[in-house]
């Protein structure tokens, strides 16, 4: 049966209503009383997953999320991680930024609804959870200032803002700038009932060959108790990733901070407490991000490290990276769930591992082996839809049989 057929027969109307009656566990290799995390990232950054293009009217686009919704529990989902401030733009009426640019095509133009508002609402309704994912740093994914909305507070404060890589950032190392991305961020949490806080893999940015980061001026101000500068910029993200998990709980009681890295902490070659990968960027050295150490610190409530590989790839081998974050996890109460790259299963351009479609399908077997992990998350909601070699229909036929109640 192929992809869209299996999400029709799935369907019915009388299995959208044993969705929200969550059926004893029987998943191997995990206990009924633990729960399990089945989720999926809806990105709109360059309106990715959704809206499908900017522009469409109001009821399109609510229909759009609908569908999402609704296809997430006909695949017996029981989360959606909505991306909802893409670019330092907000998709609810933010007392602090602009309407994502997403949405209409011109950032700054009211809509005429509420998406935020909608999607918990409607998932809830649905008996999923919603994680709002937000993204502290990018204001942009290009370099001229003028392009933004009069009224952006990076207009507003261009000393916040650093061009690197062909786009725009706020600069981590400001502190007015670490309270005002908090302040932006939590503006949602303290409207809605959210279920989680998300954030992805970007902090400092990526490194791009040739280009400088240039927050020298911020490092001479601030940076005098530390040693180098990579040191100070890892502070820099450690402060902002403690003070959030501080506010959130401040600002809403129960909603979860849960952040998704990529899945190299430090290779074992340059960190014995490393994993055996040899992966070209390590998050600890180039985007500045201690991830093993908010895990170990007990920071987070969940880390889904992106572990976006095949098993068996020579460089960074996903039957390597899950135990590893298996052990990172051990005894911290810090929930894992696994990020899981979707978006490769038959692309041509991949290697010939990610042309079976059961590659996804042998990750959770494996993952069912170490009972630390407690889920999977799938990039994206495009592929999710597309299937175009039917791995995610695979995975709900092999281990989503039945409902999921979300881990506790």
Same mark, same amino acid.
């Given at each position: 049966?192929?992809?869209?057929?299996?999400?029709?027969?799935?369907?019915?109307?009388?299995?959208?209503?044993?969705?929200?009656?969550?059926?004893?566990?029987?998943?191997?290799?995990?206990?009924?009383?633990?729960?399990?995390?089945?989720?999926?990232?809806?990105?709109?950054?360059?309106?990715?997953?959704?809206?499908?293009?900017?522009?469409?009217?109001?009821?399109?686009?609510?229909?759009?999320?609908?569908?999402?919704?609704?296809?997430?529990?006909?695949?017996?989902?029981?989360?959606?991680?909505?991306?909802?401030?893409?670019?330092?733009?907000?998709?609810?009426?933010?007392?602090?930024?602009?309407?994502?640019?997403?949405?209409?095509?011109?950032?700054?133009?009211?809509?005429?609804?509420?998406?935020?508002?909608?999607?918990?609402?409607?998932?809830?309704?649905?008996?999923?959870?919603?994680?709002?994912?937000?993204?502290?740093?990018?204001?942009?994914?290009?370099?001229?200032?003028?392009?933004?909305?009069?009224?952006?507070?990076?207009?507003?404060?261009?000393?916040?803002?650093?061009?690197?890589?062909?786009?725009?950032?706020?600069?981590?190392?400001?502190?007015?700038?670490?309270?005002?991305?908090?302040?932006?961020?939590?503006?949602?949490?303290?409207?809605?009932?959210?279920?989680?806080?998300?954030?992805?893999?970007?902090?400092?940015?990526?490194?791009?060959?040739?280009?400088?980061?240039?927050?020298?001026? @911020?490092?001479?101000?601030?940076?005098?108790?530390?040693?180098?500068? @990579?040191?100070?910029?890892?502070?820099?993200?450690?402060?902002?990733?403690?003070?959030?998990?501080?506010?959130?709980?401040?600002?809403?009681?129960?909603?979860?901070?849960?952040?998704?890295?990529?899945?190299?902490?430090?290779?074992?070659?340059?960190?014995?407490?490393?994993?055996?990968?040899?992966?070209?960027?390590?998050?600890?050295?180039?985007?500045?991000?201690?991830?093993?150490?908010?895990?170990?610190?007990?920071?987070?409530?969940?880390?889904?490290?992106?572990?976006?590989?095949?098993?068996?790839?020579?460089?960074?081998?996903?039957?390597?990276?899950?135990?590893?974050?298996?052990?990172?996890?051990?005894?911290?109460?810090?929930?894992?769930?696994?990020?899981?790259?979707?978006?490769?299963?038959?692309?041509?351009?991949?290697?010939?591992?990610?042309?079976?479609?059961?590659?996804?399908?042998?990750?959770?077997?494996?993952?069912?082996?170490?009972?630390?992990?407690?889920?999977?998350?799938?990039?994206?909601?495009?592929?999710?839809?597309?299937?175009?070699?039917? @791995?995610?229909?695979?995975?709900?036929?092999?281990?989503?049989?039945?409902?999921?109640?979300?881990?506790?």
């Amino acid at each position: 049966m192929g992809a869209a057929s299996t999400v029709a027969a799935l369907m019915t109307a009388g299995d959208a209503v044993a969705a929200r009656r969550p059926e004893p566990r029987r998943h191997r290799g995990r206990r009924a009383d633990k729960g399990e995390l089945r989720g999926v990232w809806i990105a709109t950054v360059a309106n990715l997953d959704w809206p499908s293009k900017a522009g469409l009217s109001a009821a399109a686009q609510e229909a759009e999320l609908i569908a999402h919704l609704d296809r997430a529990v006909a695949l017996r989902l029981n989360a959606v991680i909505l991306q909802v401030r893409p670019s330092a733009d907000a998709l609810w009426p933010s007392s602090y930024e602009p309407w994502a640019q997403c949405l209409t095509g011109v950032q700054g133009k009211d809509p005429g609804w509420d998406p935020l508002g909608t999607a918990v609402r409607e998932a809830h309704a649905r008996g999923l959870e919603l994680h709002a994912w937000f993204n502290p740093y990018r204001v942009a994914n290009h370099t001229d200032p003028s392009r933004l909305v009069a009224s952006h507070p990076a207009r507003q404060h261009p000393e916040w803002v650093l061009p690197y890589g062909g786009k725009l950032y706020y600069n981590p190392g400001l502190p007015e700038v670490r309270e005002f991305v908090q302040d932006a961020m939590l503006d949602a949490v303290s409207r809605y009932a959210v279920d989680a806080v998300h954030w992805d893999d970007y902090f400092y940015p990526y490194p791009v060959a040739g280009q400088v980061f240039d927050d020298d001026a @911020a490092y001479e101000r601030y940076g005098e108790d530390f040693a180098t500068k @990579a040191a100070w910029r890892r502070d820099n993200t450690d402060r902002l990733v403690r003070e959030t998990a501080e506010r959130i709980k401040e600002v809403r009681s129960g909603v979860r901070f849960g952040i998704s890295p990529f899945a190299v902490w430090r290779n074992a070659t340059t960190d014995p407490l490393g994993s055996d990968t040899a992966a070209g960027v390590e998050t600890y050295d180039d985007l500045h991000a201690d991830t093993r150490k908010w895990v170990k610190e007990g920071w987070i409530d969940y880390i889904c490290p992106q572990i976006y590989w095949n098993i068996g790839f020579s460089a960074a081998d996903y039957a390597k990276l899950l135990p590893w974050w298996a052990e990172t996890v051990r005894g911290t109460g810090v929930g894992l769930y696994v990020g899981e790259a979707l978006y490769k299963a038959g692309d041509p351009a991949q290697p010939a591992a990610w042309q079976d479609p059961a590659e996804l399908s042998r990750h959770l077997d494996f993952a069912a082996g170490h009972p630390e992990v407690g889920g999977h998350v799938y990039f994206s909601a495009k592929q999710v839809k597309a299937d175009p070699v039917g @791995a995610m229909a695979r995975v709900v036929a092999d281990h989503y049989q039945v409902r999921a109640r979300t881990p506790r």
